[in-house]
């Protein structure tokens, strides 16, 4: 019941107050909280109340004072009392700006209490009408103390670039004060009269940014005594000061001050940049790394070295051509000489180090060294030679002073001149091999010399073999190495008529396997031809390799048409396109069973050869071929077996024959593995006829028609 009384009173009381009027609820219950009665806490709220306007009040009156003083800064027109009213100035400057201070804090309490907000803009107009004062005591002050400090201080430590600064600056400022107090009398007076020191003070500046340059030197002091007739020297001395240099009366000599002290400068500048492009190369090592498990080392991340050489040797070359290189032109070229050496060294270092890289596993075979002992031998100078340049690189990196080694360029380049005949060695090694083994041109040289670096190994070449021969992935090695089986990529082996053995050096037994492939081939042929008489086509075509069924199938189906054609004409095509037919159904049956995956490709390649034997046989059907004379038949790509009856002098019994047209050639008997055939269109089969025509003719073919039509792939079946 007290504290509803206590609420109920204070409520009262705030209604008659409506500052008071802003208490929320939220407000009141902390009063309540905290142990304050309402009472209590308006009483303080009144106390503060009065204790801020009180701070309004007096800072009002210390605007007023302030506005007086600015209004009355006038009645200074003293110069002589410039320091004096200067620091009247600062002090001044210093109480405006905590006006400023008061003036956003008081604003900012109204804001938050929800007050209205007091306009101040007495402030700013104060602010405004003392900044001429300000500038122009403040510029008058200093150019008072910079005048008395230029001319008494020494000389050589004079700053013609702050002086210059400094100067524009004042001068600026007093060329407005002129203006803004044209009309104000004694402050006039003032403004002339500083604008007018500063004014007489600016011709003096070209001389001391002159003299003041940073690259004077002893010989240009000298020069200009020597042109002026005056003792320039005395310049350098600590006594020499502003004063000094007014009473020697440089006026006259101006222009010739200004030329030496400017070619002084650019001297100078090329001083600097080569103390500069020297600067860079302090610190900066070459990056010799372990090379594998050689023991020696290779020069590596060498691109931000070579980029800095070449940026130098720009930057030198260009200040050679300099007119103001006189007292730098030895420096100059001793430094382009040394960045030129190392230029050519690093070019012949990194062309050696190419070689040496590459020729180091080569020559580390005891096979390579025993078939090459003479380019071995120079190998092995110019190895040692590398380790013993890498061994000194890596023990000092510093760039700069390794390439001043003594003869560091020579070695480069007689290590390179010997790898050079190295290499050539090595070539003419190469092709030796590939002209005793043709297919070696297939294989790259560092294929070639990895299959030549292990020639004790045959088992070193498995993985070249494809490169080598159309598809022959591996080779079937006994224990003993005995080859006795070529497998295919697609995973289909035929064993060898004959086993043979890697004999001698791997050309040698690389023919022998060449020769053994034909011969199997050949083989499996004639006896796939016999096999095929004696059981049904059906079982047969599950027995052979792939490439052996399609040239059987080509075989029989260009005996039996001729023999249809003979003995029936065409009557007995029509007979023929039925066995055709049937025998291509019997194919679809057997893939649809249960094969395994090597037959099913066999079979799949089986079936579009046969696809276009039948399609053949339809249309020369359909046409009326009836004579194994008719075009429509010799222009077919036709196979033919040589056996003993029809054995020549030409081509013996065995022998696979391709003909088309009057053109006959020799089946290649190249192990073609399990592959797959592309399906013969009337284009493959004029590319067929036009390249056995230029074959025929011993010239070469380039089929020609629209793109995706099989003309690349029709050329190397």
């Given at each position: 019941?007290?504290l ?5 009173s ?6 008659h107050?409506s500052?008071?009027s802003?208490?929320s609820?939220y407000?009141l ?5 905290s ?9 303080q709220s ?19 004072k302030v ?11 003293d ?9 009247e ?10 006006a400023?201070?008061k003036k956003?804090?008081y604003n900012?309490?109204e ?6 907000i007091?306009?101040?803009?007495q402030?700013?107009?104060?602010s ?8 122009l005591w403040?510029?008058?002050a ?8 230029w001319h008494s201080n020494?000389?050589n430590?004079?700053?013609p670039?702050s002086m210059?600064r ?7 400022t007093?060329?407005?004060?002129v203006k ?5 009398p004694?402050?006039?007076?003032i403004s002339v009269?500083?604008?007018?020191e500063?004014e007489?003070?600016a011709?003096v ?6 003299l003041?340059?940073p690259g004077?030197?002893?010989r240009?002091w000298?020069e ?18 502003l004063?000094t ?16 002290c ?7 500048a ?7 492009m020297e600067?860079?190369?302090k610190?900066v090592?070459?990056?010799i790394?372990?090379?594998r498990?050689?023991?020696?080392f ?13 940026d130098?040797i720009?930057?030198?070359q260009?200040?050679?051509?300099s ?8 420096r100059i ?12 060294i690093?070019?012949e270092?990194?062309?050696c180090q ?7 596993p ?5 096979d390579i060294?025993?078939q090459?002992p003479?380019?071995?031998?120079r190998f092995g ?8 340049m890498l061994?000194?690189a890596?023990s ?15 070695s480069f ?5 010997m ?16 002209a005793?083994f043709s297919r070696f041109?297939?294989l790259?040289?560092d294929e070639l010399?990895?299959?030549l670096?292990q020639?004790?190994d045959?088992l070193?070449v ?13 080779l079937?090695?006994?224990?003993d ?7 295919s ?5 035929v ?11 791997v050309?040698?037994?690389?023919t022998?396997?060449?020769e053994?492939m ?12 016999a096999?095929y008489?004696t059981?049904?086509?059906g079982e047969w075509?599950l027995l ?6 399609i040239?059987?199938?080509?075989i ?17 095509l029509?007979?023929?396109?039925d066995m055709?037919?049937g ?7 057997i893939?649809s069973?249960k ?5 099913r ?6 079936i579009?050869i046969d696809?276009h034997?039948?399609?053949?046989t339809?249309?020369?059907r ?6 194994v004379t ?7 790509m036709?196979?033919?077996?040589v ?6 002098k030409?081509y013996e ?5 391709v003909?088309?047209v009057d053109?006959?050639?020799?089946y290649?008997n190249?192990?073609?593995g399990n ?10 089969d004029?590319i067929?006829?036009t390249?056995?025509g230029?074959?025929q ?10 793109a995706?039509?099989g ?7």
């Open positions: 019941l007290s509803s009384l206590s609420l109920l204070l409520l009262s009381h705030c209604s107050c500052r008071h802003r208490y609820l407000s219950s902390l009063v309540f909280i142990g304050l009665s309402p009472l209590s806490l308006s009483s009144t106390h503060s109340n009065t204790h801020a306007r009180t701070a309004l009040q007096a800072f009002q009156k210390q605007l007023d506005e007086r003083i600015v209004n009355g800064f006038g009645k200074y027109v110069l002589a009392k410039v320091r004096e009213v200067a620091g100035v600062k002090k001044l400057q210093d109480e405006i700006k905590e400023e201070g956003a804090l900012k309490r804001f938050i209490f929800g007050n209205p007091t306009d101040y803009s402030l700013g107009k104060i405004k009408a003392f900044e001429p004062y300000a500038a403040t510029t008058a200093n150019w008072t103390h910079w005048h008395a400090e020494a000389f430590t004079l700053d670039e210059e400094d100067l524009q600056g004042a001068q600026r007093m060329y407005k004060m803004t107090f044209a009309d104000t004694g402050l006039s007076d009269k500083v604008k007018g500063i007489a003070f011709p500046m070209p001389l001391v940014s002159a003041r340059n004077m030197r002893e240009h000298e200009l005594s020597k042109q002026t007739g005056l003792d320039m020297n005395q310049a350098t001395q600590d006594s020499f000061t004063t240099l007014k009473t020697m009366d440089l006026d006259a000599h101006v222009e010739t001050v200004t030329k030496v400017d070619i002084a400068g650019k001297e100078f090329i001083e600097q940049a080569m103390d500069k600067g860079e190369w610190g090592n070459l990056e790394a372990p090379y498990e050689t023991g020696t290779v020069l590596k991340g060498f691109d931000s070295i070579q980029q800095l050489l070449d130098h720009v930057m030198t260009s200040m050679s051509f007119p103001f290189k006189g007292p730098f032109a030895q070229d001793d430094w382009e000489r040394m960045l030129s050496l190392m230029s050519e690093f070019e270092w990194i062309k190419r070689a040496w890289m590459y020729l180091e080569i020559f580390s075979s005891e060294m025993r090459l003479t380019e071995g031998k100078g110019v190895d040692r030679t590398w380790r013993k061994a000194g890596s000092d990196p510093d760039a700069i002073s390794f390439c001043k080694t003594p003869r560091l360029l020579q380049t007689d290590s390179n001149n790898l050079e005949m190295v290499q050539k060695g090595l070539t003419e090694y190469l092709e030796t091999k590939r005793a041109y297939f790259s040289n010399l990895e299959i670096s020639s004790k045959p070193a498995q993985q070249h073999l494809k490169k080598c021969f159309e598809n022959i992935d591996r079937t090695f006994e224990p190495l005995k080859m006795t089986a070529m497998t990529s697609e995973g289909e082996t064993p060898f008529k004959n086993g043979i053995y890697p004999e001698g050096s050309e040698l037994w690389m022998d396997v060449l053994q034909k011969t199997t081939v050949a083989w499996t042929i004639v006896q796939s031809a096999d008489k059981r049904s086509r075509v052979w390799p792939g490439a052996t069924l040239a059987i199938s080509g029989f189906w260009t005996l039996e048409v001729e023999e249809a054609l003979s003995s029936k004409g065409n009557k007995g029509v007979e023929y396109y055709v037919h025998q291509l159904m019997e194919l679809t049956h893939v069973g094969i395994t995956k090597i037959q490709k066999s079979l799949g390649a089986l579009t696809v034997a039948r399609d053949v339809q249309r020369m359909d046409t009326g071929v009836s004579a008719d075009f429509a038949w010799i222009s077919q036709r196979y033919a077996l056996d003993d009856s029809n054995a020549t030409d019994s065995g022998v696979t024959l003909k088309q053109g006959v050639f020799k290649g190249e192990y073609l592959s797959m055939r592309l399906v013969v269109t009337p284009l493959t004029r067929y006829l390249l056995t230029a074959l003719l011993y010239l070469g073919g380039a089929p020609a028609g629209p995706g039509t003309k690349t792939e029709t050329t190397k079946d």
